[in-house]
Every structure is written in C-alpha cells, then in structure tokens.
C-alpha cells in the first residue's frame, strides 16, 4: 500500500496569508507609530530633567562652568543638533566649546525620529551653562521645545533661573 504525503501549501492558501498579514500590519503599523512617538517624548523629558540635575550637581562639585550643548558628533558643540544628541563637560575657559583640555563628564545620543528638539535660552545661545559658583543656569534660563512631528502634544519643558523645570503643552512649536 502507498500513502501519499502532501507537503507545502496551495497557491491559494499563501494568497490567503499574505493579505491576512498585509491587513494587519496596515492596522497596527499607524498605532506602532504613536507608541513609539510617546516613548520617545517620554525619554527626552526624563533624559533632559535628569542631565539637568547632572549638569547642576556637577558644577557645585567641580566648582566650574558646566555646558549642556548640542552635537553632531558627541564630540563638539554645534548649533542646532539637539535631535543628534549633547554634550555635557566642564568648560574651564567658558566660551561654551569642548577645547581639548577640557573634560567632557556625558555624552547623550538622541537620534530623535518623531519630533524636533530645540533650546531657547535668554542670551540666545545655544547651549546652557551652570555656574560654577552656584550651581545655578543663571543667564541660561529658557525652555526646551519638543515638537512632535505627529498628532500628539507638543512639549515645553522651561528651566527657570534658579534651577527649577516645569512641563507645559503648548499649542504651537
């Protein structure tokens, strides 16, 4: 007696799987997105608020400038790469640079996907400095502005001049 084993699918039970596939990814591929673009409004806040305090506590310790910068290449400071990532370091001659000399304490990459992140200080610099005296971002007060490239809540996350960070959801970036 012969049995006959039949191996493999049909023509049209692989048709059948694919669009079953392609109908779920085309519902779940748009709430990927928005779970994503949450997560990452999440870690900017926590990464910004907590390498503030970093910044502050490290300028009490170090008795020196401390500079929060934007970067390209976690190497230099450069304007406008907030959504690259940033520098902190210990700026001894304070012109708000990495000079070689000088220490750099974390560097923090972003990479940011679903939104824009900027700084709008009161000198209008680029960047923050902490000083060394006090601790204090004194002349470096302002806000940072993440602005969501998706439907979700833009976010202004603003450090006052003694230090203190409050969250805003401003309507317009």
Known sequence: ??????????????????????????IA???????????EIKKVKATIISSSHYARNH?????????????PDLKQCQSNHWNTGFLIFIDQNKN???????????QEALN????????RGTLSTPSLTFQ????LPIGSNGSFYYCSKSDLPHQRIIMSKMAHI????????
């Open 29 to 39: 591929l748009p709430h990927f997105h928005k779970m994503m673009a949450e997560r």
């Open 96 to 106: 708000r640079q990495v000079d070689s000399n000088e220490k750099i304490l974390y």
């Open 59 to 71: 300028a009490s310790l170090y008795h020196a400038n401390i500079v929060i910068c934007p970067t």
């Open 132 to 135: 060394a005296l006090s601790g």
């Open 1 to 26: 007696m012969f049995y006959i084993i039949k191996n493999g699918f049909t023509l049209f039970e692989i048709i059948i799987t694919i669009l079953i596939i392609a109908i779920i990814t085309t």
């Open 112 to 119: 940011l996907k679903y939104g824009d992140l900027n700084w």
């Open 166 to 173: 409050r969250i805003e959801n401003p309507s317009t970036c």
